[in-house]
């Protein structure tokens, strides 16, 4: 019993096992592939998504590497979203994952200048709004 206790807990510290997380896939591609796992709020699905979307995100931080918020922007990966940051400079789009087209499917996102900014999200001549306040790094 005491061998099959140490075996275990050699195989444990041996590096084989992890607790990451899947990558956060979107049309293929990758997203998000950090350790641990978040969750990809879906723009044009708001009320359905657990936890539902934030139309406010208070705050979220600046300066990081890692995101903060992942955004499917587009319900297809054949047409994408035109995306406005107001102000420019207070979000940053760290990844994209592009449609089609070109133009954005879904994008993880870190705070940028401190304060309070929009992003509009257009698609087919729909818009969403999200706010956010980015507190500082």
Request: aromatic share 4%.
């Amino acid at each position: 019993m005491g061998l099959i206790g140490a075996a275990l807990a050699l195989a444990a510290c041996s590096g084989e096992s992890t607790t990451a997380a899947a990558p956060t896939k979107i049309c293929g591609r990758d997203l998000y592939t950090g350790a641990m796992g978040m969750f990809t709020y879906n723009v044009w699905t708001a009320n359905k998504d657990l936890p539902p979307i934030p139309t406010v995100v208070a705050p979220i931080p600046a300066g990081k590497s890692l995101p903060a918020v992942l955004l499917r922007v587009a319900p297809t990966c054949r047409t994408g979203a035109t995306l406005d940051i107001t102000p420019p400079g207070g979000l940053v789009i760290l990844n994209t994952v592009a449609g089609d087209d070109g133009r954005p499917v879904a994008v993880s996102l870190q705070g940028g200048a401190p304060g309070p900014v929009t992003l509009s999200v257009t698609l087919a001549g729909k818009t969403r709004q999200l706010h956010f306040v980015v507190g500082g790094g």
